[in-house]
């Protein structure tokens, strides 16, 4: 199946730091998207990519559609301890009927005080 | 909106028995996904329906695990019989399809321990 190179797997920053992280695919995806989970929480959508080159911001996170298509980062600014979690990116195959998406295995986000 | 809903949010049971999972999507969504999430193999998308009708089932594990949706706002994922392996959190997510908006909404899981 689809697979997605999510990196890295885990981070300790310091609060006030900036974060970032990517994922990348050996398939084209028409779409990316960034989730954040919590403990004990499902995964809560952040930022959703449509278009190669689209770079969203939601606050202080920002997003990227890599041009060619097969990659996209996530982009953290002046980290606060909240912004602790796991940060999964997803992505969805440029294919007709596909509906799925294929997840990175995450990042573990660590904010220390 | 409520969101997606899903009941119960814990269930522990003992190895053979039935386990039913239960899930309301986002009112208007005609799409219904099952992930299943571990330690080990992160998210895996079990099955996805589309109006209630099953398109692609390919990642349920094997045939004790079955899933229905009988009408647009509810559907059930069964285990039966279970097995201590199956332990993990399951998760409901719902989405609207348009070309350029469809994302996926998940509920709060539910955490399956089985003894």
């Known amino acids: 199946g689809q697979q997605l190179n999510q990196s890295p797997q885990s981070m300790f920053i310091q609060e006030g730091e900036d974060v970032s992280m990517n994922c990348t695919s050996s398939?084209?995806?028409?779409?990316w998207l960034w989730y954040k989970q919590d403990p004990g929480e499902g995964p809560v959508l952040l930022i959703a990519?449509?278009?190669?080159?689209e770079l969203t911001s939601n606050g202080r996170l920002t997003a990227q559609f890599g041009i060619t298509r097969k990659d996209s980062f996530l982009n953290i600014s002046a980290s606060i301890p909240s912004d602790v979690g796991i940060y999964f990116c997803?992505?969805?195959?440029?294919?007709?009927?596909?509906?799925?998406?294929?997840f990175g295995s995450g990042t573990q986000l660590t904010v220390l005080p | 909106d409520a969101g997606v809903i899903q009941s119960p949010r814990h269930e522990v049971t003992e190895m053979g028995q039935e386990v039913t999972l239960r899930c309301k999507p986002i009112?208007?969504?005609?799409?219904l996904f099952w992930y299943r999430q571990t330690m080990m193999r992160g998210l895996e998308l079990l099955i996805y329906?589309?109006?209630?009708?099953?398109?692609?089932d390919s990642g349920m594990p094997e045939d004790r695990f079955s899933a229905k949706m009988p009408n647009a706002s509810f559907s059930t994922l069964k285990i039966q019989p279970s097995e201590p392996r199956d332990s993990a959190v399951y998760f409901c997510?719902?989405?609207?399809?348009?070309?350029?908006?469809?994302?996926?909404?998940f509920g709060p899981g539910t955490r399956l321990t089985v003894l």
């Open positions: 997803a992505g969805r195959i440029s294919s007709g009927s596909a509906r799925q998406l294929t």
């Open positions: 329906f589309n109006n209630n009708v099953p398109i692609d």
């Open positions: 997510a719902s989405s609207l399809w348009r070309e350029t908006h469809n994302e996926q909404f």
């Open positions: 990519l449509y278009k190669a080159g």
């Open positions: 398939s084209i995806f028409n779409t």
């Open positions: 009112s208007g969504h005609d799409y």
